[in-house]
């Protein structure tokens, strides 16, 4: 899959591209999550392209602009929590087989542009041939620009109607992993980003994941932390974000693989990294270790804008450091809770660990 970062103060590096040489499809939006709704989207996005010879494409944002008007008022925390980061959505579009990926650098030019503008790009500078879009998709800073107006411009549009739960359950019989699905909040109601945040955000993994089509997940660089789970001797991987405030937050029980340049799982990694023959506790995927995490803001230690992804690994020992880890959430334990001082945390962790670990032995 070949990405192109497109900046309309360098619109000239874009002029005789490779990958603009090529007529394509396409289809435009955050696809936060990357979705059972978006997979419908690109699913008809192929199909399209299929039946008029053309490559795909998609046009993601970044900022995606909900973050940009929350930056221009100097309040970065009222945009949405994010689903996904900007690799991680790279990520699951190369998996569902997108030729191309434009990232649009969404700032005031961009947004300046008006309807017949934005259209110019598509077709002068992208090569656009054909459009799918959501039967509610709306461009251009008067907002006037729509799936009639690009009909009128020349471009043809096929529009996706929006998708349902009933339409997923249709689509997708099997559960993942052959899981239970009695837990399932199944509504006739529409699948979105807005939707699984409100999932996670209460810790209804088993919703969130049917809508997803996959178990959620994080990936990131084990990085520097405090080094305050040592001293409680819980030591934890700190992971890198990579976004302003993660989707979820609580005590989790999570299962953790090593992943190489290329995104690819790294065959027994942990065993590998391990020292002391402490190898840890097995996952549930090959090659993955089990682990206890905790996201969020850590109300314990008072520091309500440092959002942290923590793994503890129980029964293992090695550094992890500069590691690339995908962390799938499996256990939602309970939300965050904030402790009369750093003996009760201790005494906190410890139980939960204790819990986690019990489940994660039930789990086989």
């Known amino acids: 899959m ?13 002029t005789g591209h490779e990958a603009l040489t090529k007529p394509s499809a396409l289809t435009i939006g955050n696809f936060d999550g990357v979705h059972l709704g978006h997979q419908a989207m690109l699913t008809q996005l192929h199909d399209t392209a299929k039946a008029q010879q053309l490559a795909t494409m998609v046009m993601i944002f970044e900022p995606q602009p909900r973050e940009y008007f929350a930056q221009l008022k100097a309040d970065p925390q009222s945009a949405p929590a994010r689903l996904s980061s900007q690799d991680e959505k790279l990520a699951l579009l190369a998996e569902l087989g997108i030729d191309t990926v434009v990232v649009a650098k969404f700032d ?12 110019d790009l598509l077709t002068s500078k992208l090569n656009v041939k054909s459009l799918v879009l959501g039967d509610d998709f709306k461009f251009g800073h008067d907002r006037t620009g729509d799936s009639e107006f690009l009909r009128r411009y020349g471009l043809p549009v096929t529009n996706l109607q929006t998708v349902t739960d009933t339409d997923a359950a249709a689509a997708h019989a099997n559960q993942l992993d052959g899981s239970d699905s009695s837990d399932l909040q199944i509504l006739d109601d529409r699948i979105s980003s807005t939707r699984i945040r409100e999932l996670l955000e209460v810790g209804d993994l088993t919703t969130a994941n049917h809508l997803l089509n996959r178990d959620y997940s994080i990936t990131g660089s084990v990085i520097g932390g405090d080094k305050i789970g ?31 340049e290329s995104g690819a799982v790294i065959a027994d990694a942990f065993e590998q990294l391990a020292e002391d023959n402490q190898t840890g506790i097995a996952g549930l995927r090959p090659s993955s270790l089990f682990g206890t995490a905790n996201i969020g803001i850590r109300p314990t230690l008072d520091k309500p804008q440092e959002w942290r992804l ?3 690994f129980p029964e293992f020992s090695g550094s992890l450091y500069g590691k690339t880890l995908n962390i799938r959430f499996l256990h939602h334990l309970h939300a965050e809770r904030k402790y009369d001082g750093l003996e009760a945390l201790k005494a906190g962790i410890k139980q939960d660990v204790e819990d986690l670990i019990n489940w994660r032995q039930q789990a086989d």
């Open 2 to 14: 070949k990405t192109i970062f497109l900046d309309l103060d360098q619109l000239h590096t874009l």
């Open 310 to 312: 923590e793994v503890f």
């Open 230 to 260: 040592r001293t409680l001797d819980f030591p934890t991987a700190n992971i890198e974000l990579n976004r302003v405030r993660p989707a979820l937050h609580g005590v989790f029980g999570v299962d953790v693989v090593v992943l190489d």
């Open 108 to 119: 005031d030019r961009f947004r300046s542009l008006s309807a017949t503008e934005f259209a």
